[in-house]
């Protein structure tokens, strides 16, 4: 069949010169495996077929009106490509023109074709192909009616022209591969502007999540130190909450925004404020005979004491807590003092009550006339006292004196010159020193 179409050529190569076909059919999906056209076999008869790669990175890029590759066919045949554009054929379909020149018009393998590939994810995928047949011509342009949806959101269009005896055949005699710019591909708009700093709503450390407004729709992270301890999306108003765990008061959380194109916002840093009151301060036993108050609180937190609604006294616990306050002047046994404890965030404590103790010894009780014939003493002691009469270590008489000291105690009577002796003793059992009276 060669040297018939040897002989053949050489008599219409001496008459005539076919020109190559300046259109071919539209692009058409190829029915049969791509990957038939993907694994390097050595054929009787058959150039080295050579192997497609499905790498992007491997297809060199070519620009208008630029070399492309030589072809050696089974003749033994150079066919000489060079690109030349991809021009606007229609409102759906685009022209890719490649500039064909051969040695001969007929002493050759005629067939060409073109293969056209798209990145899918990294990946070339085969979507069709376009033959030419060169029979009878020296040059011409091979051009592929595409359609421009094909390319859509493609930067490149990736070729494999491959060279065959004819069309029939499984391999190609020579290929190369190459990619092109699709001047019909539209960049993206690709968004390079951070969102604003997020406004971040107060945080204390009872909370359990961190709430605010930044950009719609936004990823919201945050952050304590390099940690990120929550996230969450903003909603298409651009309030957010993010749960995080709850955190100790001085904290400092840094809040981002980050866009759907992946840019971050600068940090709005926030600090956990204390929201939990200190406890009751502890407070030691306070006595009608002094005038210092010691206790126990929440290290550094400022002490009152109050009597009633009036402060009375006031001070700042030292770092482990203790606390000690000198008031102006003892209290009254029975009166009622509450000390609180409020820390540097202005946390007020429960306040701890105490009543002031009577330690306080009675006065001196006074005492009035004792004759032989008096069957009572009368006299004056601190109000609610006891008081009794004794002579010698012999209790004879006591009583308890009212509201305004007076007592009035029944008792035997007694001699002459006889001395008694009479004491008081308060409700809290303080006992006075003794006062005497001598029997007239």
């Not at 077929?49 to 066919?73: A, Q, R």
Request: aromatic letters at 10%; glycine letters at 8%; proline letters at 5%.
């Amino acid at each position: 069949m060669k040297k018939f179409r040897f002989l053949l050529g050489l008599l219409l190569f001496c008459f005539i010169a076919v020109p190559i076909n300046a259109h071919a059919q539209e692009i058409k999906p190829v029915l049969k495996s791509f990957s038939s056209k993907m694994t390097t076999i050595n054929l009787p008869g058959k150039g080295l077929k050579k192997s497609l790669s499905v790498n992007p990175g491997d297809y060199p890029l070519k620009t208008n009106n630029t070399f492309v590759d030589y072809l050696l066919d089974s003749w033994y045949t150079y066919h000489t490509l060079t690109f030349n554009s991809v021009s606007n054929y229609s409102t759906t379909q685009m022209n890719v023109k490649i500039l064909y020149q051969s040695e001969y018009g007929y002493l050759k393998d005629p067939y060409l074709t073109v293969e056209f590939l798209k990145n899918n994810g990294g990946t070339l995928q085969y979507t069709g192909e376009t033959n030419f047949n060169t029979y009878g011509a020296t040059a011409g342009t091979l051009n592929s009616f595409v359609p421009k949806s094909m390319y859509q959101g493609q930067p490149y269009i990736y070729m494999r022209v491959g060279v065959s005896e004819y069309t029939s055949d499984l391999y190609y005699q020579d290929v190369t591969q190459f990619r092109v710019a699709n001047p019909f591909y539209t960049p993206p708009v690709v968004d390079r502007t951070p969102p604003a700093k997020p406004t971040v709503y107060a945080v204390d450390n009872n909370d359990k999540s961190v709430s605010g407004k930044a950009e719609a729709n936004s990823t919201i992270i945050v952050k304590k130190g390099s940690t990120t301890i929550g996230s969450n999306k903003a909603n298409s108003a651009g309030y957010f909450t993010v749960t995080t765990p709850t955190q100790m008061s001085g904290t400092q959380l840094t809040v981002y925004a980050k866009d759907a194109a992946g840019n971050q916002s600068a940090g709005t840093t926030v600090t956990v404020l204390d929201k939990t009151a200190p406890g009751k301060p502890t407070v030691y036993s306070v006595a009608d005979n002094q005038s210092i108050i010691n206790g126990t609180t929440e290290g550094n937190a400022r002490v009152e004491i109050r009597q009633g609604s009036s402060l009375i006294g006031q001070i700042t616990a030292s770092s482990t807590g203790s606390f000690t306050i000198k008031l102006t002047a003892g209290k009254k046994a029975g009166t009622i003092l509450t000390v609180y404890a409020i820390d540097k965030a202005g946390n007020r404590s429960a306040g701890t009550s105490v009543t002031v103790t009577d330690v306080t010894a009675p006065a001196v009780p006074s005492v009035g006339k004792v004759t032989t014939t008096s069957t009572s003493l009368t006299g004056k002691a601190e109000a609610g006292s006891g008081v009794y009469i004794f002579y010698g270590s012999n209790l004879i008489g006591q009583a308890t004196s009212d509201r305004y000291g007076n007592f009035k105690a029944a008792i035997p009577p007694q001699k002459r010159g006889i001395k008694l002796e009479v004491l008081a003793i308060d409700q809290s059992g303080n006992q006075s020193n003794s006062a005497w009276a001598t029997v007239n």
